[in-house]
């Protein structure tokens, strides 16, 4: 089965370490998008995470260099919004 690159964009300050062997992953604020990223790749996926907060430039250079078959939106809000989470939304289309 080939690969498929997927994107997973979280907020800024969720973004999981790479390398949690030494940290309490079920109290860790970052949990869920944790959980998502480890279970993709434990389903053969390569996974890329990007935080992102209130600047949407970074993720067309990341889309560019990655090439994600799957963009993973796991933002709740924009700029500490909620209602502008579908900003991210807009600007993937």
């Not at 963009?71 to 900003?87: G, K, P, S």
């Amino acid at each position: 089965m080939k690969k498929t690159r997927i994107l997973a964009l979280v907020h800024e300050h969720l973004v999981p370490p790479e390398d949690t062997a030494d940290m309490d992953v079920v109290n860790a604020e970052w949990k869920m998008e944790h959980d998502v990223i480890v279970t993709l790749r434990e389903r053969g996926h390569e996974v890329k995470a990007l935080g992102v907060h209130d600047d949407l430039t970074g993720i067309r250079p990341t889309i560019n260099r990655f090439e994600p078959h799957i963009v993973f939106n796991l933002m709740e809000a924009f700029a500490d919004v909620t209602t502008f989470d579908q900003n991210v939304v807009s600007y993937l289309e």
